[in-house]
């Protein structure tokens, strides 16, 4: 079965950087894309960025464009968010996230929380 777990939440100060890992299994990783979400209190779901199967590509939302950098490691069957710069507003839940055939699947979540 599809298993998604993240990890590498925690408190920082803003300014400051997180990476988050998200270790996959249940599916070929390689052959799908890989998503980043997070959800602040009071707030839908949004997307963070996401890392396409093939080619390199990313995409990001607006609000961390040149500040968060997605990746993946195809051999290692994991995608890694780092979060540089981190502001209050960054503070959320952080999910990871695959769509496979049809299917939206989701981690657990790791807590991310940006504070002085």
């Known amino acids: 079965q599809v298993q998604l777990v993240e990890s590498g939440g925690g408190l920082v100060e803003p300014g400051e950087s997180l990476t988050l890992s998200c270790a996959a299994s249940?599916?070929?990783?390689?052959?799908?894309?890989m998503s980043w979400h997070r959800q602040a209190p009071g707030k839908e779901r949004e997307l963070v960025a996401r890392?396409?199967?093939?080619?390199?590509?990313?995409m990001y939302a607006d609000s961390v464009k040149g500040r968060f950098t997605i990746s993946r490691d195809n051999a290692k069957n994991t995608v890694y968010l780092q979060m540089n710069s981190l502001k209050p507003e960054d503070t959320a839940v952080y999910y990871c996230?695959?769509?496979?055939?049809?299917?939206?699947?989701w981690g657990q979540g790791t807590q991310v929380t940006v504070s002085s």
């Open positions: 996230n695959a769509y496979i055939f049809s299917n939206v699947y």
């Open positions: 890392a396409f199967s093939a080619g390199g590509k990313t």
């Open positions: 249940g599916f070929t990783f390689s052959r799908y894309a």
